[in-house]
């Protein structure tokens, strides 16, 4: 018994001589040989010295002989048993992964195709990578396509998935340098016929032609040659066909499957690859190798941890090995010619159901078959030699007849009964296509039913389109479920081949007509002929596609007549037959089609709440085909019968309204005006606003609209007219969309949407919903068992309303398509009305937002304008922006108007070149200690003048140099004129100042407010602890009566920020000497005066009262 674990070390000394050109390699391997681990080892491939022949390639890629004597065996071979070594020391180790490389960044010479391109004897030199992008089809011709690599691997061709490339009658593709090789990747489909490929390929990650496709992909009667690997299959539905090629030459590998399956192999020669002609690993299910000739390969074809090859009718021979397989199943060789190889013909190890049949399998150096392994390999009914069959014998030798052996016993290996002479049986199976038949017309789903029948037995029956692998069936019935739908319409060809059990094949094929347009519902119109549906038409068309409804949503449980008219396309294939109209799945309507183009009803609808569907339903062919034609919710209000929505009463129409560069300058012009904001600052915020349209202001107005924000007219045609008033408050929201989105929005995934949204609807207050390219108002929803829908207000589709269809993981939003997550926005807090004041301080913290957050640029001239960053650049080249690679980056170009906002996080290098004689502008703006810092440089430019410099986050530049006359020498430097705007208001006391001595009890106290960039909300003062007293409306204030001593006036301002300023002042009040002696004095004398007032008084009345006798 062998040891559980050995360890065998590999020393050598590598030796480079330049002269003689010889390399040996230096191999260090330590192997569990129960667990199969290996240290990695690197490439021993070194490019600038001479390419190693094969059997050096095979000896380096496949690492075997692990024997320390293994360089002094190789002058004087003998077989292995008499050296007694144990068999283990043979066995191949398993490939490391081999994986395309990373995709190419962009470069200039790119080429990349998005539609079909067709190119015809032509000569094309690529200096870049070729794209083939989905959808796009690359078709050559007779064409000779060149990649022009100055390093290995620099460019390559990508055919991406949903691509399609074709390169046909004798095109070739290669390298202009052999010594730089290009690569190639396919995710799509590709069709090479009569062509070449070479020069592909150069590492174990660049391996060569890379197959990873979801389509299908043919190789016919194409030669691969001088790559690293000549071809490479990954994929358990690779559906790869390789038929009559010539795979020669390739450094490693000729064909490589790795992980891959339904790949056939048919009639190639696979000749003279360094390490092996075939290498399947882990690959499973459908490898078909048949008719090949496999030689002078290191290992003519090597099966790692695969399953289900099939090989037949091969030749393998003058190869190292012939065949190995290692841990592998279901291995079916069968009439095959395995001879001359220089060392086994098959070996096996661990592996299972390996059969070996009808072969002729003789003159190889060793073993014709060896198997190490608890597995049977059963070899039955194979010629080995000489007519008496096998020799069973530890030691092979290369005489015939062959020698077979089996490491742990007879039991293991069946090789009787042999054939006494070569197998010559060659009898085809009898195949035919039972359906579809000859020139039949087909679509949706096709049964292709096969007879197929040898006296040998029927090993599988392979079903072919277009000459593409389709399916392999290897059990009676023969039959394949083809979706017709994955051709293009027109005629195509079924092939399909019969394998017997010993190899010999058989095929036929028969042309149909694959037509998969359907009926085409080519009009629709909906007439609701209810005074509750408010009578408008619907026109509909391009259906299956979800119809836009004028009115999606109409009242339950009323009884509704809708007229239905409908105009069907192909109309030929429907007279006479049965079509259904329903409701959700509930049919309302059967009827006969008469005339496909001219179909009428008339529908009663009466529908309870919730959302419904309305479809149209009839049978074609096989199939049944079904065509939804609208959306229809039936509602009870959602709001208080006041608020209810109607169309044509409240449709709020602002469907031409955009906030352009005039009315926004126009706003500008006003807001400065009546609130005092500059505006150099004002327009920082258009970039952002032209970046988002219009529709944040529209559905920020149709909110407030439907709460009662606006008052609304009793004409209802006043509607349909923007007013001044409402066109600044559509302005004023979408300038400030970012702030109101940030302070008032929240992101949120769908059910935590609709819960929110829910909450406030039934609050009377519709949100704003916005997504990543548009925003609505929401003014209702439907919630029905575990059907939740949103009613959606537009301002692109003024005059109706669409709905939202809200699932656990996303919301279907109508023409804006599946979104994952939500932005809700509630309206401004406490706006009742149109009070523009209200939002002038959110204007402001907008202001505050962009500056804070960027690095900002206002230019006023015809320039262009190139600024780079580490992360990408901006230019700006007559009046347009050419390139912006800068991500988060807003720019507005209009005129002579350039106005650029940039992330705040790096440093920027600015040019600016003049277009004709002008007086330039450069404005810049910082927030600076709470102080908004703006620059102005202001310099006379002609033509080709420069301007350079560099700007970041609060780091306006110090000075601009600036080249007058562009011959490349600065001429001036311009620092800029500074301006200031505080951003908050100081409020200072002027009067008493510090330590003042008043000699009185009263004190005047008077101050002064120094404006800031927002304005003063509330000014209040008080007296050492007391009360504060509101002193807003004016500048100074008098306290009474105040006690000797020392006190504090502090006086505090609030802006409309709610930041609070505040200035104090000591002061001590000290009364003259006696001065409270003379009070009292003059107190008393008041008193006593007052007395002497009152009593003459009352004397003056009893005086009177006695004259009168009273």
């Known amino acids: 018994m062998r040891k559980a674990l050995i360890v065998l070390t590999l020393s050598a000394i590598i030796y480079i001589h330049s002269i003689a050109g010889a390399i040996t390699n230096i191999i260090l391997i330590s192997t569990d040989l129960a667990g199969f ?89 690529l200096t870049g990578n070729l794209i083939i992008r989905p959808g796009g089809e690359l078709t050559l011709v007779n064409c000779t396509l060149l990649i022009n690599c100055t390093y290995d691997g620099e460019w390559q061709i990508k055919v991406e998935s949903g691509g399609m490339m074709n390169v046909l009658a004798g095109s070739n593709i290669t390298a202009c340098d052999s010594d730089h090789e290009f690569l190639f990747y396919v995710y799509g489909q590709l069709i090479m016929r009569d062509s070449f490929l070479s020069e592909c390929g150069y590492d174990d990650d660049h391996p060569g032609l890379w197959l990873e496709t979801d389509g299908n992909v043919l190789l016919k009667n194409t030669t691969i040659t001088n790559c690293y690997y000549g071809v490479c299959c990954y994929g358990f539905q690779s559906r790869i066909t390789i038929s009559d090629c010539e795979i020669n030459n390739n450094l490693q590998c000729g064909v490589y499957c790795y992980c891959a399956s339904h790949v056939a192999l048919l009639g190639c020669e696979i000749n003279n690859n360094g390490a092996y002609g075939i290498h399947c690993e882990y690959a499973d299910y459908n490898v078909t190798i048949s008719d090949c000739v496999i030689s002078d390969n290191g290992c003519g074809m090597y099966c790692f941890s695969s399953s289900n090859v099939d090989v037949s009718s091969c030749r393998i021979s003058d190869n190292g090995d012939g065949v190995i397989c290692l841990s592998a199943s279901n291995i079916n060789i069968v009439e095959c010619d395995i001879n001359n190889n220089e060392w086994y013909g098959i070996y096996c190890v661990d592996s299972s159901n390996v059969e070996v049949h009808y072969c002729s399998i003789y003159s190889n150096f060793w073993h014709g078959l060896y198997n190490e392994g608890y597995f049977v390999v059963n070899a039955s009914y194979c010629w080995w030699g000489g007519p008496y069959g096998p020799e069973y014998n530890e030691a092979g030798d290369p005489e015939d007849p062959e020698e077979v052996y089996s490491y742990y016993g007879l039991e293991y290996l069946i090789y009787e009964p042999w054939m006494a002479e070569p197998p010559i049986d060659l009898t085809p199976p009898k195949i035919i296509i039972t359906n579809p038949s000859e020139g039949d017309i087909v679509f949706g789903t096709v049964l292709i039913t096969v007879d197929a029948s040898d006296i040998s037995g029927i090993a599988n029956v392979t079903f072919y389109i277009d000459e593409t692998l389709a399916f392999v069936d290897e059990n009676a019935p023969y039959e394949y479920e083809w979706n017709s ?41 909906l007439r609701f002929l209810s005074k509750t549906a408010l009578g408008n038409t619907i026109v509909v068309s391009q259906l299956p596609d979800r119809s836009r409804i004028g009115f999606s949503f109409l009242p339950a449980y009323v009884r509704v007549m809708v007229s239905l008219s409908l105009s069907l396309t192909d109309y030929e294939k429907l007279i006479g037959k049965e079509a259904t109209f329903l409701i959700d799945d509930e049919p309302i309507e059967t009827i006969v089609i008469n005339d496909p183009q001219h179909i009428s009803v008339i529908l009663t609808l009466s529908l309870t709440p919730g959302f419904h569907e309305l479809y149209f339903r009839l049978a074609y062919g096989s199939d049944t085909l079904t065509y939804k034609l609208a959306d229809i919710a039936a509602y009870e209000s959602v709001f ?86 409402v066109s600044r408050l559509i302005a004023m929201y979408q300038i400030t969309q970012l702030y109101i989105i940030y302070h008032y929005g929240e992101e949120m995934r769908s059910l935590e949407a609709f819960n929110e949204i829910k909450g406030l609807v039934n609050k009377g207050i519709p949100p704003v919903i916005c997504t990543a390219n548009h925003a609505v108002a929401c003014i209702g929803y439907y919630e029905v068992g575990d059907n939740r829908f949103l009613v959606i207000y537009d301002n692109n589709s003024p005059n109706c309303t669409n709905i939202w269809r809200v ?73 347009a922006v050419v390139e912006n690679s800068i991500e988060g980056s807003y720019i507005y170009v209009s005129g002579d108007v350039k106005i650029v906002l940039l992330p705040e996080d790096l440093k920027y290098d600015v040019s600016v070149i003049g277009r004709e004689e002008s007086g330039l502008s450069i404005t810049s703006t910082c927030l600076i200690n709470n102080t908004i810092m703006i620059y102005d440089y202001i310099v006379n430019i002609i033509r080709n003048s420069t301007l350079v410099f560099s700007i970041g986050k609060d780091k306006p530049p110090r000075e601009v140099s600036v080249d007058v006359d562009g011959d490349g020498i600065p001429d001036v430097t311009v620092k800029p004129e ?41 000014i209040e003062i008080r007296l050492d602890n007391g009360s504060w007293i509101d002193v807003t409306t004016t500048t100074n204030y008098t306290f009474i009566r105040i006690s000797e001593g020392k006190h504090i006036i502090t006086i505090r301002l609030t802006d409309e920020s709610e930041n609070i300023t505040e200035d104090s002042v000591s002061f001590v009040v000290r009364l003259p000497s006696g001065y409270n002696i003379l009070m009292l004095v003059a107190a008393m004398f008041i008193i006593i005066v007052v007395l002497m007032v009152i009593c003459r008084w009352k004397k003056r009345r009893r005086t009177s009262n006695d004259a009168h006798g009273l």
């Open 978 to 1018: 500074k301006s200031r705007v505080p951003m908050h208001p100081m409020i200072t006391i002027t009067y008493p100042k510090e330590g003042a001595i008043i000699e009185s009890d009263s004190l005047t106290v008077s101050w002064n407010v120094r404006p800031g960039f927002y304005v003063v909300k509330k």
């Open 640 to 725: 208080q019968d006041k608020h209810a929505f109607n169309v044509t009463r409240d449709a709020y129409r602002f469907r031409n309204w955009r906030l352009g560069w005039e009315t926004f300058y126009e706003l500008a012009v006003w807001l400065m005006e009546e609130y005092g904001i500059p505006e150099k600052l004002l327009m920082l915020l258009y970039p952002i606003s032209a970046t988002g349209g219009h529709c944040f202001g529209m559905a920020y107005t149709a909110s407030a609209f439907f709460t009662g924000m606006l008052a609304k007219p009793k004409d209802a045609n006043v509607y349909a007219f923007a007013k001044e008033e």
């Open 807 to 879: 699932y656990d993981d996303y919301v279907d939003a109508f023409d804006l398509g599946r979104q994952e997550r939500l932005v809700v926005v509630k309206p401004l807090e406490k706006l009742a009305e149109i009070e523009f004041s209200k939002l002038i301080k959110i204007i402001r913290d907008s202001i505050i937002m962009v500056v804070q957050e960027s690095v900002n640029l206002i230019l006023r001239c015809p320039v262009d304008i190139i600024i780079t960053s580490e992360v990408g650049t901006v230019k700006i080249v007559d009046d």
């Open 37 to 125: 681990r290996s240290t990695t080892i690197p490439p021993l491939y070194f490019p600038n010295l001479r390419k190693p022949d094969r059997r050096e390639a095979w000896q380096i890629h496949a690492r075997k002989h692990l024997d320390i004597d293994w360089l002094d065996w190789r002058a004087n071979p003998e077989p292995p048993c008499s050296r007694q070594m144990p068999l283990d020391w043979q066995m191949l180790l398993p490939h490391e992964y081999i994986a395309p490389s990373e995709s190419k960044l962009p470069s200039s010479g790119d080429w990349v195709v998005f539609d079909e391109e067709l190119y015809k004897d032509e000569t094309i030199v």
């Open 485 to 525: 739908t994955s051709v293009a319409d027109g005629k195509h060809n079924i092939k399909v081949i019969a394998f017997d059990e010993v190899g010999n094949r058989a095929e036929t094929s028969v042309t149909i007509t694959v037509d998969n347009t359907p009926p085409v519902l080519s009009q629709c119109s």
